[in-house]
């Protein structure tokens, strides 16, 4: 199938509504930079644009389904190729997204997809997330929500995630597959398994609430 059909199909089927043209060519021009730049700086294992389109653009909008609600300032942590937080930005454009990626290339790239998409609001950092936190003031509780994908051990993650966001903010990583043993993961948060309508294959989310301060209620 024609990757644009298969962008535009997948769309449909997540966010139960027609993709737009603009979404259509972000993604687009987003698989053939990142297959162009992934033949020399291996950023991922998936060189089929079919598996590219299936296994990292439409599984990174699985995370609209566990994101609170009004979610306005969002922070992709260990963001790599921009996955999830810039599939989240193409179809959620008033999101104010934040990507934090500790590798130079990788960095780089984010920053020519940012450019070449021409996406605003999006901001790219240059580091590690514990050293980020210490030396930029304004991250520190100044998102909604922290989003994660395959980055470093969740019980050592969600602790520095926390740190990120705003009272009754939510840190949402994607955990082992259903079936996986959870292990020291158990009581960490809230665990919920979605299924992609289009792979068929289910993603199983950790969600861990930042508890407010007194005096400001239920979320």
Do not use: C
């Amino acid at each position: 199938m024609d990757p644009e059909a298969r962008l535009a199909r997948g769309l449909q089927r997540i966010l139960h509504r027609s993709a737009t043209e603009r979404e259509v060519h972000a993604f687009s021009r987003y698989l053939a930079l990142l297959l162009q730049w992934n033949r020399v700086y291996s950023f991922t294992s998936y060189r089929d644009p079919a598996r590219v389109i299936d296994r990292l653009f439409l599984d990174s909008l699985l995370f609209l389904s566990v994101l609170p609600a009004g979610t306005s300032r969002l922070l992709d942590v260990g963001s790599g190729a921009g996955i999830p937080g810039l599939p989240l930005k193409i179809v959620e454009p008033d999101l104010s997204v934040t990507l934090i990626e500790a590798r130079r290339r990788r960095t780089s790239f984010l920053a020519t997809l940012v450019r070449e998409l021409r996406l605003e609001g999006v901001q790219v950092l240059r580091g590690r997330a514990e050293s980020l936190i210490e030396g930029v003031p304004s991250l520190e509780g100044g998102f909604d929500a922290v989003v994660a994908r395959a980055f470093g051990p969740l019980a050592l993650v969600a602790p520095l995630a926390l740190r990120f966001l705003r009272p009754g903010g939510r840190f949402v990583a994607s955990g082992p597959p259903p079936g996986k043993p959870l292990s020291e993961l158990t009581g960490l948060g809230s665990w919920h398994v979605v299924t992609s309508p289009v792979s068929g294959l289910s993603r199983r989310f950790l969600t861990v609430q930042k508890k407010l301060e007194p005096g400001h209620g239920d979320l």
